[in-house]
């Protein structure tokens, strides 16, 4: 598998990306970090300065292209210089794998790889947080030594009527 970050040639792998989530009712691309709602090239160019240089609301990370032979297979995003307020908020990693090629083990793979960058970056741990419903994502983490530490409760609203409680899992891993 290799990781890189997005250049203004991957557009056209990336609509087709944003398409196939789209087609299977999903409406958010996750660890894309605003890919579907800013201009493409100013996406690239957010992305390319943010893992050298910290923004405010971030830290400085990675928004790496997961491919495999040349298939783009997710998104992987690595907050290695999270703000301290944001770490419990948001986590450490996000990913995405795109429909058509989940349960293939690649979000396992992924994470491993993001947990050896988080190492390599001087981290003593890393705090993921994923919906209690993800059994996908609870599972990936504990595949990879996640320990659970704490649930939280949020409130979503989907309608004016309506609101959901969603349960927030919060898992540590020692690096
Ligand atoms: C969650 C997600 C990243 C999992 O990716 P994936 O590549 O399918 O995960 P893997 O193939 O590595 O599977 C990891 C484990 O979870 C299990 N799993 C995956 N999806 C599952 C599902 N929908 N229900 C139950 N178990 C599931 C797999 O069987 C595997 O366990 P096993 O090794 O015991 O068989 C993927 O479904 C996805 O992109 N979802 C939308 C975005 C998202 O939720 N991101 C995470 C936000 S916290």
């Given at each position: 598998m290799n990781y890189r970050l997005p250049t203004l040639d991957d557009y056209e792998i990336l609509k087709d990306y944003v398409i196939e989530h789209y087609s299977n009712q999903e409406k958010s691309i996750s660890a894309s970090l605003g890919l579907t709602n800013m201009k493409y090239k100013d996406w690239v160019e957010k992305v390319n300065r943010n893992s050298e240089k910290a923004d405010d609301e971030w830290g400085k990370?990675?928004?790496?292209l997961v491919f495999d032979e040349n298939r783009?297979?997710?998104l992987l995003n690595i907050r290695f210089d999270l703000p301290d307020k944001l770490k419990e908020l948001y986590g450490n990693i996000g990913y995405g794998v795109r429909p058509s090629e989940r349960r293939k083990g690649y979000a396992t793979k992924m994470l491993k790889y993001a947990l050896q960058v988080c190492k390599e970056k001087q981290m003593k741990e890393a705090i993921l947080g994923c919906y209690e419903y993800n059994y996908g994502s609870?599972?990936?983490?504990?595949?990879?030594?996640?320990?659970?530490?704490?649930?939280?409760?949020?409130?979503?609203?989907?309608?004016?009527e309506w609101t959901i409680v969603l349960k927030d899992n919060f898992y540590k891993i020692k690096l």
């Open positions: 990370y990675y928004l790496y783009l297979v997710g609870n599972k990936t983490i504990i595949k990879n030594g996640g320990v659970l530490y704490k649930t939280i409760s949020a409130e979503k609203k989907i309608s004016d």
